[in-house]
């Protein structure tokens, strides 16, 4: 939340950031206007988590032995169990 004004006159601006998915490229120009109008801004998401995907199926592609699912649980369980055995014995008596 911002605030604007002086002492008497407060005005509150309430910035909200949204997640828009483009399916139509002309509907870009129409934000961009909004844009120019400093009515919003636009950034471009340069969050990694697209390249991250990629790599992680680029690995998966050329794994020949993957686990199945059912792998994958006993796993976890596994080390679910020993962490909490752990965090157990440490936090002994502190209750």
Known sequence: MYLCGGKNNKKYIY????????????SLSLLKELE???FITI?????PSGDFIDFVQKL???SHDL????????EV??????MYAISA???????
């Open 15 to 26: 910035m909200n950031t949204i997640h828009i998915e483009v399916l139509n490229p002309a």
């Open 36 to 38: 120019k109008l400093k």
């Open 43 to 47: 950034q471009k998401n340069e969050s």
């Open 60 to 62: 998966r592609s050329k």
């Open 67 to 74: 686990p199945s699912l059912e792998e994958i649980t006993a």
């Open 77 to 82: 369980e596994q080390q679910r169990s020993e």
């Open 89 to 95: 014995e440490e936090n002994k008596g502190n209750y």
